[in-house]
């Protein structure tokens, strides 16, 4: 199972509110300004500051 395209449409990074997308492989959601990555672990987007990596 995926991200739906609706969920996607309302989802926001939660440390700026700006834009995500999702990663290439699906594994997780990318804020560009944030240079952070959301996990999705069991098909749940981990949408916490705290949890999230930073991009290289």
Same mark, same amino acid.
């Given at each position: 199972m995926t991200i739906s395209k609706e969920l996607l449409e309302i989802l926001a990074c939660p440390k700026c509110k700006g834009d995500i997308y999702l990663t290439e492989?699906?594994?997780?959601l990318v804020c560009d300004k944030c240079?952070?990555?959301?996990? &999705?672990?069991?098909? &749940?987007?981990i949408m916490l500051i705290d949890e999230a990596k930073p991009l290289d």
């Amino acid at each position: 199972m995926t991200i739906s395209k609706e969920l996607l449409e309302i989802l926001a990074c939660p440390k700026c509110k700006g834009d995500i997308y999702l990663t290439e492989n699906g594994d997780g959601l990318v804020c560009d300004k944030c240079r952070l990555l959301y996990e &999705i672990r069991d098909d &749940i987007p981990i949408m916490l500051i705290d949890e999230a990596k930073p991009l290289d």
